[in-house]
């Protein structure tokens, strides 16, 4: 399984046009492939909009893509919409659920690591010890590593309730003294992996999507 994460700086004011265009044409794109996600920004960079599209390898996402701009499936006053378009081919950890439809939202806080080149084993080494910590207090919707795009990147992505349940589920994982995971990790005698970079956003889900 891997999933096309697609990125859409919109144009100011445009967001609610973009939606309603999208919604209007995602009748006929689900004859193609079933949509996994379709966030906006409400904290972070506003006016984006993140899709998640799923296949089950990479030849479906390249044959479904052809297909769709070939019998042009989307509008094109969608364009008009956008500044700028960005597209990662995302696969996920071992630990990661499959995308399903769900009500876990509507706050979606999507986070995404830069790590230095070779530290991929240690991060998924740290995540996949420490993961248990974390889960009891709340599941997690993604944890993907970027293999084609921007790459080097891993995007975890946690729904909550509201936003301050987020801060109380942060701070109730915090004190156990063993998440982050890399807090398990030097107390059992390994490293911390380096980063480049940590952004950070919430997203809200536009009324048509799979996750709410």
């Known amino acids: 399984m891997i999933y096309e994460l697609k990125t859409y700086d919109l144009k100011t004011r445009r967001l609610g046009e973009f939606e309603k265009l999208f919604e209007e044409a995602l009748e006929k794109r689900k004859n193609y492939s079933a949509l996994g996600a379709f966030w ?59 995308l399903t439809p769900c009500n876990v939202g509507p706050y979606f806080e999507m986070r995404t690591y830069t790590y230095v080149s070779g530290e991929l084993p240690t991060l998924i080494k740290n995540w996949e010890n420490a993961i248990d910590i974390r889960l009891p207090f709340g599941p997690v919707t993604a944890l993907w590593i970027s293999t084609l795009g921007a790459l ?61």
């Open 40 to 98: 906006h920004t409400e904290i972070g960079l506003l006016n984006q909009v993140v899709q998640v599209w799923p296949y089950d390898n990479l030849e479906e996402c390249i044959r479904v893509g052809e297909a769709v701009n070939k019998e042009k499936v989307w509008p094109s006053r969608l364009t008009d919409c956008v500044m700028e378009a960005h597209c990662d081919i995302m696969t996920p950890l071992t630990i990661s659920p499959p």
């Open 152 to 212: 080097n990147k891993f995007v975890h992505i946690w729904p909550y309730r509201s936003l301050d349940s987020r801060m109380e589920i942060r701070h109730q994982a915090e004190a156990t003294g063993l998440y982050p995971p890399n807090i398990r990790a030097l107390k059992e005698g390994g490293r911390n992996y380096e980063l480049h970079r940590q952004e950070n956003k919430i997203l809200m889900p536009a009324n048509f999507s799979p996750i709410q």
